[in-house]
């Protein structure tokens, strides 16, 4: 199933409509650094998912409702749509165990574009933190991938 969301060739692909991915990447940032539910390492907003790599603040149930949240109620809206879910219910979560991991991790979720055929080089994609020159900053442990 990782394998097909990471082509993003299954599933809902509401964050194609950039003003969808806006949104999403608007909420990421904003639990970041305004609430500070976690420091943000690296992400990549999917047509279909989203990838982080972050170290939580706050416990993961806080931070994953918190986000997933107003993005499904903000998403619905601008979708005209209600009674309906806009996330997964479950979602994937899992501690980084060394440097080497987290490095390998944090690769992973900006190439997870170019794999996807949306871009040619992980720079191009806008809702990723490989565009712009954005770079992770240091990570204490733990680290956890959402």
Do not use: C
Not at 18 to 27: F, S, T, Y
Not at 66 to 80: C, D, F, Q, V, W
Request: hydrophobic share 40%; no cysteine.
């Amino acid at each position: 199933m990782d394998r097909l969301l990471d082509e993003a060739r299954t599933g809902p692909t509401y964050m194609r409509q950039p003003r969808l991915a806006d949104m999403v990447l608007e909420a990421i940032e904003y639990n970041s650094g305004t609430l500070g539910h976690y420091e943000l390492h690296a992400f990549a907003v999917m047509p279909n998912h989203v990838h982080m790599l972050v170290t939580p603040a706050v416990p993961i149930p806080l931070l994953t409702k918190s986000l997933k949240g107003i993005t499904a109620k903000r998403g619905n809206a601008m979708l005209s749509r209600t009674g309906q879910p806009f996330w997964q219910e479950e979602t994937f979560d899992r501690s980084v165990r060394n440097w080497q991991e987290f490095d390998r991790i944090h690769a992973y979720i900006e190439h997870n574009p170019v794999k996807a055929g949306l871009v040619t080089d992980p720079a191009e994609y806008r809702w990723s933190s490989a565009f712009g020159g954005r770079t992770p900053a240091s990570a204490p442990d733990p680290l956890v991938r959402l």
